[in-house]
């Protein structure tokens, strides 16, 4: 079960496990932008306003991030604000 705006666990792991050479372009493509969506909305609201299984869901997914990235673990918000310039005071 996953919060109302977010991509639920389930297809998550549907989408994991489904090789991409059987995806088709279309496919790909559209899992390429819910995943987009599905981080920009993890990073902006707080684990304090998610239900426990999305927070869990989604400390995963930044664990990951960071260590196939080699992420400083900032949010995808504040690393779109550090992009544009927004984050200098």
Known sequence: ???AGRKDFGDKLKEG???D???STQQ???ETVTDTGDKIARGVQP???KSTGQEMTDKL???KDREVHGSSGGSVLD???GALG???H
Do not use: E, L
């Open 1 to 3: 079960m996953s919060d």
């Open 17 to 19: 496990v489904t090789p």
């Open 21 to 23: 050479s059987t995806k």
């Open 28 to 30: 790909k493509m559209k």
């Open 47 to 49: 684990d304090s306003q």
């Open 61 to 63: 997914g930044r664990s």
């Open 79 to 81: 690393k779109a604000k």
């Open 86 to 88: 927004m984050d200098k």
